[in-house]
């Protein structure tokens, strides 16, 4: 089955730095790579997604980057905000299956 | 438009029980999946229903199980607690059709003690 990795586990910045979180998977047949935010004491919230016809999407101050020769795709936070603090998520699914094949996660801080 | 609503939010068992836990999906949405997130093991999916039909399943026991309901509500229920099932275990709904975007409630708490 699928296997996503996720790195770093955890990453702190300084308000208004960049943050890159990275994410790789092992079944090349997989086509649909979402990012999702976990608060504390919540689910996990969409905050981006990417299909594998598309090799980079962007939505304010929020980026992925998908390379599928790699397998492997990125978000990219920038300008960070303390409330951008919280576990990012990243997964891989195939086709329409809503099996998602999440990474471990990563715990970010964003430093006042 | 109410998002998935997740009911109870926090439960304590003991081991050899069984619980119920329930989901409702965003209106309009057919499909709703399971998940369960623990800090060992993180977020791994349980299965998922459509139109009243399991149509996938994860790597779990079959102490765990679920079911869907015509309005597209969705229960899971696992018997024969052990301890390791202490876990957050979160429900996603999410549109029929090719779109897979799965919207997640703030899960259910069990602590099985």
């Known amino acids: 089955g699928e296997n996503v990795e996720q790195h770093p586990s955890t990453l702190s910045v300084q308000e208004g730095d960049s943050a890159v979180i990275k994410c790789t998977y092992s079944d090349s047949a997989s086509n649909y790579f979402p990012w999702y935010k976990q608060e504390l004491g919540k689910g996990p919230q969409l905050i981006i997604d990417i299909r594998s016809n598309v090799g980079e999407k962007k939505d304010q101050r929020i980026a992925v980057t998908l390379n599928k020769t790699a397998k492997h795709f990125s978000l990219h936070i920038t300008e960070t905000q303390p409330e951008d603090s919280a576990v990012y998520f990243c997964a891989a699914s195939l086709g329409s299956a809503r099996q998602l094949t999440f990474g471990s996660g990563t715990q970010l801080t964003v430093l006042p | 438009k109410a998002g998935v609503t997740q009911t109870p939010r926090y439960l304590i068992k003991t081991r050899g029980q069984q619980v119920t836990l329930s989901c409702s999906p965003i209106s309009g949405h057919r499909s709703v999946s399971w998940y369960q997130q623990t800090p060992g093991q993180g977020l791994q999916f349980l299965f998922e229903?459509?139109?009243?039909?399991?149509?996938n399943k994860g790597n779990f026991p079959g102490r765990f199980s679920g079911r869907q309901f015509s309005n597209s509500r969705s229960e899971m229920n696992v018997s024969t607690l052990e301890l390791g099932d202490s876990a957050l275990y979160l429900c996603?709904?999410?549109?029929?059709?090719?779109?897979?975007?799965?919207?997640f409630g703030a899960g259910t708490r069990l602590s099985v003690l």
């Open positions: 229903y459509f139109s009243e039909t399991q149509r």
């Open positions: 996603a709904s999410s549109l029929a059709g090719a779109k897979n975007i799965q919207y």
